[in-house]
């Protein structure tokens, strides 16, 4: 055990009133039902994106940040299923159209003729089971393209998880705070990672509609906050109740255990 001398504002858990270190055993246990549930929630959210709903992968975070790039829903009919409904030069022009942002001149120009002659047919909205692709209103609906989560929502769920977050790795280090860990710049950094990866994770959100490979840094940033929080969350528990007053610590109490060395 290396000997740096104890803080003189330093107090562990067991010099602690009952009051509050059952106050923060209540905090720590609330705060891992929050964090099992977060877990649950990202999972459900993103596993699937690709395709493959059992892991959450990096294709997963690209998808739901910046798009499938796979284009609209009209898109992939016409290049899928739909194929065979309409000539073959008939189809760029259309996802052209649909590319740029759909728009309404140019559709009742030279989209329309085309949509109605060979789609109405079954796509006149007769069927509720396919979209209704006659009338410009209709049929923009399925030219919207998948960007990803789009910045307006991103920017509402980063300062919900900017606040909400900053609490909670607030509490949890003041908690761990009390912990006997040493070295000490060990200690420190497992308290001010979590705002480290929460910032880079954020941001790189962000950053993932620009260059894909920054899903990485929101994986990583993930995982190493989601490691921190465990890390505190089981040494605190564990010396709240479990383990043995540390040794320096009971010297300083004046206790009888004698002196190491
Ligand atoms: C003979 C009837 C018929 C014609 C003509 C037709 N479709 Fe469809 N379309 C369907 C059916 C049936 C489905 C649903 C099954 C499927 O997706 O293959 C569908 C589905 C679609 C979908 C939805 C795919 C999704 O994301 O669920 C789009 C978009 C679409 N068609 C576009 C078109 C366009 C554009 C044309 C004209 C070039 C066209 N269709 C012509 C029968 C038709």
């Known amino acids: 055990m290396s000997d740096v001398p104890l803080h003189r504002l330093y107090l562990h858990y067991s010099e602690l009133p009952y009051s509050l270190r059952v ?10 039902l929050a964090y099992s549930f977060a877990g649950i929630y990202l999972y459900y959210t993103y596993s699937a994106k690709d395709g493959n709903p059992l892991t959450v992968s990096y294709d997963d975070i690209v998808i739901a940040y910046s798009g499938s790039g796979k284009g609209s829903r009209l898109e992939s009919a016409l290049r899928g299923g739909m194929r065979t409904m309409l000539a073959a030069d008939e189809i760029t022009p259309i996802i052209t159209w649909a590319r740029e942002g759909a728009d309404r001149a140019k559709y009742e120009q030279a989209i329309r003729p085309v949509i109605d002659k060979r789609c109405a047919t079954c796509h006149d909205g007769s069927n509720p089971h396919l979209p209704n692709l006659v009338g410009y209103d209709n049929i923009k609906k399925v030219t919207e393209q998948d960007t990803g989560t789009g910045i307006f929502t991103l920017v509402r769920v980063s300062h919900i998880h900017l606040f909400g977050l900053t609490f ?22 497992v308290v001010v990672l979590p705002f480290v990866s929460l910032t880079l994770d954020i941001s790189s959100w962000y950053f993932t509609k620009l260059y894909h490979p ?13 490691m921190s929080f465990a890390y505190m969350w089981a040494v605190s528990m564990y010396q709240l109740w479990f383990s043995p007053t540390p040794i320096v610590v009971t010297r300083r109490q004046g206790g009888d255990t004698p002196p190491v060395g």
């Open 168 to 189: 909670v790795f607030f509490a949890l280090g003041l908690i761990f705070s009390h912990a006997y860990v040493r070295p000490v710049w060990f200690k420190c950094a």
């Open 23 to 32: 106050l923060y055993t209540a905090t720590l246990l609330v705060l891992g």
């Open 214 to 226: 920054f899903a990485w840094v929101v994986i990583i940033s993930g995982g190493v906050m989601a």
